[in-house]
């Protein structure tokens, strides 16, 4: 049987012929590693393919040709799913036609893509996937496809069906018809929102290629047959570029500089050439390389009823220093040790218990339990009750499969009592942390930035009651290209958020100021009550209650504020009239929301994963709900996404429609050598505006209470 390939150069047949020749040979070839599209996401050029990459894998990218500069990032979140959010400017064509609002700033489309794996690769079948591309977008690259890729060798192949921008070239129906084949290119309301409506219409075409792995190990040749031939883009039809077509077959090559990042070239159309880099790492493979304190060795001293007074600060000393209790407070009743502290270093409570435990053993104090009682901003939240019996035959090994939870029992923490013997309380507190405030795809300029530093200091008068204070101070930023001065889209919302440009002027700012009431009651019932300037632009009082059962995926909360809006021409001010030059402002409202947490672990698909959804009332006083999904990975890392949808109509919300965002949050100990249970928060917002905003409380509940049910601060995953 004669197999005949269709190349599309003599170097890519070249080598093609020589795999196919040397198949029975022993050479091994290298794994074929799969890499981004121009459009960010897994694929051939411009074409998809079913490929996903490793659980967690995460990618950012650049691309430019002659027409687009394509920024892209990419996150496989699930196994079965890869999302993409890029901003592609258009070199040919400016923001706007006033040049004293945008300047020369190109014209710049915000995208988000999707891509469901539907059926695995077997012996027999494809990896088949279905995708969609620019999902809720102004329409310019907004397409659907269904692919399928099997691989031979060193070979992958791809053939897919698409609609709409991934099947323009109408290889299926009439190549004479009308450019989007009567596909509705408008877009519903202001932009942002799904138009379901339009999907798998239009035109629709056959698209494929495949990848071939070289023997040689960083290199890679593409080849494809394009499914879009270019008359309805974007600078086509608004005369910027005719885009013209001399070949339907791109091809190209990647370079694998390393592990993590990648050189892309293309030849395309027959007549643009296109540049690309990429940079990869995995969330879920991140893991911490510390330089902690050696754990204590199990050499437990003589039996004796009591220590010296110096001998229990030491003990109250080394639990912070190499178990992470800090502020302990050190209780004995008669036959317990009671230690009550908050956990500061490690997010995995059993390693910090085990340290804690053979630091009493070795003590020599011989009592039938120690009690931990983890404590959160001075409130108990769980107790773990250790029987040093038990844990003795847990240290020395002394059975087959020797585990810590056969010493260990967790409980509600119940009430203390006998007499203290050592405190480690500081009640005072100052730190300074990196602030950053951005915004990308801006009128103006491509990326708005703030880079400053955050001081925050507290003091606690007792167990209940917090002061706490925030100064932020501006280093360097470019909010002054900042245009808006009056409110955007002609909306007459209270401009609770978009007024952002004069609360980010001053060089430095009071971030916060605040009194705060904590306590709990019952076994799963927290609160506080709170009043002061509560963020930068909102000064109230309010109160939070949460209902959380203790090692239960699943939380109940609610919180009251009645708010005004900070005068950001003054440190302490207050707006008194609604009324402004800058538009309507808030002078008094309510704000509030009843919120469920809820972790789906009972869906093994879902397993990681947090969802969080609050109904109520916003700032600028409409109402609706509140969606925030986020996912965490084993070594930590979260990565969210949230969108809120109020009585407001698109018109009314003004461009974006409703309100959305995404953030990824890491924790310290996988950036830093030293254990911790903090972490770095980074948000984006493709839009800031006024509907479905919240207030920026300084303390939430549910992350106070973390170690009731441990998500934030939950162990890594081997």
Same mark, same amino acid.
Request: a negative charge.
């Given at each position: 049987?004669?197999?005949?390939?269709?190349?599309?150069?003599?170097?890519?047949?070249?080598?093609?012929?020589?795999?196919?020749?040397?198949?029975?040979?022993?050479?091994?070839?290298?794994?074929?590693?799969?890499?981004?599209?121009? &459009?960010?996401?897994?694929?051939?050029?411009?074409?998809?393919?079913?490929r996903m990459m490793d659980d967690g894998e995460f990618s950012v990218g650049i691309t430019n040709n002659e027409d687009y500069l394509n920024y892209t990032v990419s996150l496989q979140l699930f196994p079965w799913f890869e999302t993409t959010?890029?901003?592609?400017?258009?070199?040919?064509?400016?923001?706007?036609?006033?040049?004293?609002?945008?300047?020369?700033?190109?014209?710049?489309?915000?995208?988000?893509?999707?891509?469901?794996?539907?059926? +695995?690769?077997?012996?027999?079948?494809?990896?088949?996937?279905?995708?969609?591309?620019?999902?809720?977008?102004?329409?310019?690259?907004?397409?659907?496809?269904?692919?399928?890729?099997?691989? *031979?060798?060193?070979?992958?192949?791809?053939?897919?069906?698409?609609?709409?921008?991934?099947?323009?070239?109408?290889?299926?129906?009439?190549?004479?018809?009308?450019?989007?084949?009567?596909?509705?290119?408008?877009?519903?309301?202001?932009?942002?929102?799904?138009?379901?409506?339009?999907?798998?219409?239009?035109?629709?075409?056959?698209?494929?290629?495949?990848?071939?792995?070289?023997? *040689?190990?960083?290199?890679?040749?593409?080849?494809?047959?394009?499914?879009?031939?270019?008359?309805?883009?974007?600078?086509?039809?608004?005369?910027?570029?005719?885009?013209?077509?001399?070949?339907?077959? +791109? *091809?190209?090559?990647?370079?694998?500089?390393?592990?993590?990042?990648?050189?892309?070239?293309?030849?395309?159309?027959?007549?643009?050439?296109?540049?690309?880099?990429?940079?990869?790492?995995?969330?879920?493979?991140?893991?911490?390389?510390?330089?902690?304190?050696?754990?204590?060795?199990?050499?437990?001293?003589?039996?004796?009823?009591?220590?010296?007074?110096?001998?229990?600060?030491?003990?109250?000393?080394?639990?912070?220093?190499?178990?992470?209790?800090?502020?302990?407070?050190?209780?004995?009743?008669?036959?317990?040790?009671?230690?009550?502290?908050?956990?500061?270093?490690?997010?995995?409570?059993?390693?910090?218990?085990?340290?804690?435990?053979?630091?009493?053993? +070795?003590?020599?104090?011989?009592?039938?339990?120690?009690?931990?009682?983890?404590?959160?901003?001075?409130?108990?939240?769980?107790?773990?009750?250790?029987?040093?019996?038990?844990?003795?035959?847990?240290?020395?090994?002394?059975?087959?499969?020797?585990?810590?939870?056969?010493?260990?029992?967790?409980?509600?923490?119940?009430?203390?009592?006998?007499?203290?013997?050592?405190?480690?309380?500081?009640?005072?507190?100052?730190?300074?942390?990196?602030?950053?405030?951005?915004?990308?795809?801006?009128?103006?300029?491509?990326?708005?930035?703030?880079?400053?530093?955050?001081?925050?200091?507290?003091?606690?008068?007792?167990?209940?009651?917090?002061?706490?204070?925030?100064?932020?101070?501006?280093?360097?930023?470019?909010?002054?290209?900042?245009?808006?001065?009056?409110?955007?889209?002609?909306?007459?919302?209270?401009?609770?958020?978009?007024?952002?440009?004069?609360?980010?002027?001053?060089?430095?700012?009071?971030?916060?100021?605040?009194?705060?009431?904590?306590?709990?009651?019952?076994?799963?019932?927290?609160?506080?009550?709170?009043?002061?300037?509560?963020?930068?632009?909102?000064?109230?009082?309010?109160?939070?209650?949460?209902?959380? /059962?203790?090692?239960?995926?699943?939380?109940?909360?609610?919180?009251?504020?009645?708010?005004?809006?900070?005068?950001?021409?003054?440190?302490?001010?207050?707006?008194?009239?609604?009324?402004?030059?800058?538009?309507?402002?808030?002078?008094?409202?309510?704000?509030?929301?009843?919120?469920?947490?809820?972790?789906?672990?009972?869906?093994?698909?879902?397993?990681?994963?947090?969802?969080?959804?609050?109904?109520?009332?916003?700032?600028?006083?409409?109402?609706?709900?509140?969606?925030?999904?986020?996912?965490? &990975?084993?070594?930590?890392?979260?990565?969210?996404?949230?969108?809120?949808?109020?009585?407001?109509?698109?018109?009314?919300?003004?461009?974006?429609?409703?309100?959305?965002? &995404?953030?990824?949050?890491?924790? &310290?100990?996988?950036?830093?050598?030293?254990?911790?249970?903090?972490?770095?928060?980074?948000?984006?917002? /493709?839009?800031?505006?006024?509907?479905g905003q919240k207030l920026g409380r300084k303390y939430s509940l549910y992350g106070m209470t973390d170690a009731r049910s441990p998500w934030y601060t939950r162990?890594?995953?081997?």
């Amino acid at each position: 049987m004669r197999t005949v390939f269709y190349c599309g150069g003599l170097l890519l047949c070249g080598l093609l012929s020589f795999s196919l020749n040397t198949a029975a040979d022993e050479f091994s070839y290298p794994a074929l590693k799969y890499s981004q599209s121009d &459009f960010g996401g897994v694929g051939l050029l411009q074409m998809p393919s079913a490929r996903m990459m490793d659980d967690g894998e995460f990618s950012v990218g650049i691309t430019n040709n002659e027409d687009y500069l394509n920024y892209t990032v990419s996150l496989q979140l699930f196994p079965w799913f890869e999302t993409t959010i890029r901003y592609t400017q258009v070199h040919d064509l400016k923001y706007s036609s006033d040049p004293s609002f945008s300047g020369n700033n190109s014209y710049t489309d915000k995208s988000i893509d999707g891509k469901f794996r539907l059926l +695995n690769e077997t012996r027999w079948l494809p990896q088949v996937s279905l995708g969609f591309r620019d999902i809720g977008g102004t329409g310019l690259f907004d397409g659907e496809y269904l692919v399928g890729s099997k691989q *031979f060798g060193p070979l992958d192949l791809s053939l897919g069906l698409g609609w709409g921008y991934l099947g323009n070239r109408n290889n299926l129906g009439d190549t004479r018809a009308t450019p989007d084949c009567g596909r509705d290119s408008t877009y519903g309301g202001q932009g942002g929102q799904i138009d379901s409506g339009r999907m798998f219409s239009g035109c629709k075409a056959i698209f494929g290629g495949l990848e071939y792995q070289t023997p *040689f190990r960083a290199l890679v040749f593409k080849l494809e047959y394009d499914g879009n031939d270019y008359r309805s883009d974007f600078p086509v039809r608004s005369g910027a570029s005719p885009m013209e077509v001399d070949s339907n077959w +791109n *091809f190209g090559a990647v370079y694998n500089l390393s592990n993590s990042t990648r050189l892309r070239v293309g030849y395309e159309r027959g007549n643009t050439v296109s540049l690309g880099f990429t940079m990869a790492t995995n969330l879920a493979q991140l893991r911490p390389n510390w330089r902690d304190e050696k754990k204590p060795d199990y050499k437990p001293a003589e039996p004796r009823a009591e220590l010296t007074p110096e001998e229990w600060q030491a003990l109250a000393m080394n639990l912070d220093k190499n178990a992470g209790y800090a502020d302990a407070s050190i209780y004995r009743e008669e036959q317990s040790i009671i230690i009550e502290a908050r956990q500061r270093k490690y997010r995995d409570r059993k390693e910090a218990e085990e340290r804690a435990a053979l630091l009493l053993q +070795n003590s020599g104090i011989d009592v039938d339990s120690y009690r931990i009682i983890e404590t959160s901003n001075g409130q108990p939240l769980t107790e773990t009750v250790v029987d040093p019996v038990a844990f003795g035959r847990f240290a020395d090994r002394d059975y087959y499969g020797a585990d810590l939870d056969d010493a260990r029992v967790v409980m509600n923490p119940q009430p203390v009592a006998g007499k203290l013997k050592a405190k480690m309380n500081d009640p005072f507190y100052f730190g300074l942390s990196p602030k950053l405030e951005q915004s990308v795809g801006g009128s103006e300029t491509f990326y708005f930035y703030a880079i400053g530093v955050r001081a925050a200091t507290s003091y606690r008068f007792s167990k209940h009651f917090l002061a706490s204070a925030g100064l932020d101070a501006n280093i360097l930023d470019n909010y002054d290209k900042f245009k808006y001065t009056n409110s955007p889209d002609g909306t007459d919302l209270k401009r609770v958020r978009t007024l952002i440009r004069q609360y980010t002027e001053p060089v430095a700012r009071l971030n916060n100021l605040q009194l705060t009431y904590l306590d709990h009651f019952g076994d799963s019932f927290y609160s506080q009550v709170y009043a002061g300037y509560l963020e930068t632009m909102f000064a109230g009082a309010g109160f939070e209650l949460l209902y959380r /059962p203790l090692a239960k995926t699943w939380a109940f909360g609610v919180d009251a504020n009645y708010v005004k809006q900070r005068n950001p021409d003054s440190v302490l001010g207050l707006f008194s009239e609604e009324v402004q030059p800058d538009g309507r402002v808030q002078t008094g409202g309510f704000t509030g929301h009843a919120t469920l947490y809820w972790r789906p672990e009972i869906l093994p698909m879902l397993d990681g994963t947090l969802l969080e959804i609050s109904a109520g009332q916003f700032l600028t006083e409409d109402k609706g709900v509140l969606v925030d999904f986020s996912r965490q &990975f084993d070594s930590g890392v979260i990565v969210g996404a949230f969108a809120s949808k109020t009585d407001l109509s698109a018109e009314e919300f003004g461009e974006g429609s409703f309100t959305k965002g &995404f953030y990824i949050s890491i924790p &310290f100990d996988v950036m830093t050598v030293k254990p911790s249970t903090g972490r770095a928060t980074i948000g984006w917002q /493709p839009l800031t505006r006024d509907g479905g905003q919240k207030l920026g409380r300084k303390y939430s509940l549910y992350g106070m209470t973390d170690a009731r049910s441990p998500w934030y601060t939950r162990a890594i995953q081997d």
